[in-house]
């Protein structure tokens, strides 16, 4: 089945720690993405890549990092400097040339600061 | 600064009854209106999408009305039914700026039919 996995589905970390949130996509999609979800607020987005060791910020950047080695992955890092870091996290993707059409979203990260 | 304002925050409707979710603009960029449902602790998925050259698309039960000079658009979901309760978000993209991707999201609207 093709599609977008994210792991862990729930995830717990306590004050000052980094945690490393997984996306893994089989669409052969170019483009990437990270959101941030909090109540009444919708989706906000992170970071974005449009090719393979690219990425670009979005408008709520600060105190996450990606990646992008691969293709198929798409990491996300929450920082310690990241000061309120308890959502729910969505990574999406789609293709470069059809991005304009649909963004596909996987299930979503919980992470909970402690 | 919200550039997509969504409303109601939630909606309470009777089953085989019309839910209707508005949204407003401010970007007059914006060139790209889809739709989104998320069933709880599920990601969003694309329900309908509209270009702002025309001024409605019917998918099934499911419309979007769209007005370009009143830079709003909504969904209107008909024959409302209990499996539609889930949260809608609207949202806006400029696909001819030709470099980011980025939607632009509303704040979502809890959708609940009640049988």
């Known amino acids: 089945d093709g599609g977008i996995t994210q792991s862990p589905k729930y995830l717990f970390r306590k004050e000052g720690q980094n945690v490393t949130l997984s996306c893994e996509q089989n669409l052969n999609h170019d483009a990437m993405y990270w959101y941030r979800q909090d109540p009444g607020q919708g989706l906000r987005l992170i970071y974005y890549?449009?090719?393979?060791?690219?990425?670009q910020k979005g408008d709520i950047a600060e105190g996450y990092s990606v990646s992008r080695e691969k293709k198929e992955s798409f990491p996300l890092t929450v920082t310690s400097a990241q000061k309120n870091p308890t959502a729910f996290y969505l990574c999406?993707?789609?293709?470069?040339?059809?991005?304009?059409?649909?963004?596909?979203f996987g299930p979503g990260t919980r992470l909970t600061v402690l | 600064q919200q550039q997509v304002k969504q409303s109601p925050q939630s909606l309470i409707v009777q089953k085989g009854g019309i839910s209707i979710i508005n949204c407003a603009y401010e970007n007059t960029a914006f060139d790209y209106f889809p739709w989104y449902q998320q069933f709880p602790g599920k990601g969003p998925a694309l329900l309908i999408a509209i270009r702002p050259d025309v001024s409605e698309k019917k998918e099934g039960r499911f419309t979007i009305s769209f007005n370009k000079s009143a830079k709003q658009f909504s969904l209107h979901i008909m024959d409302s039914q209990p499996g539609d309760s889930a949260t809608y978000f609207c949202?806006?993209?400029?696909?001819?700026?030709?470099?980011?991707?980025?939607?632009?999201f509303g704040s979502g609207t809890q959708l609940t039919v009640l049988p």
């Open positions: 949202a806006a993209i400029r696909i001819s700026s030709g470099s980011a991707r980025q939607l632009t």
């Open positions: 890549s449009q090719i393979v060791n690219d990425f």
């Open positions: 999406a993707s789609s293709t470069r040339d059809r991005a304009l059409d649909e963004q596909f």
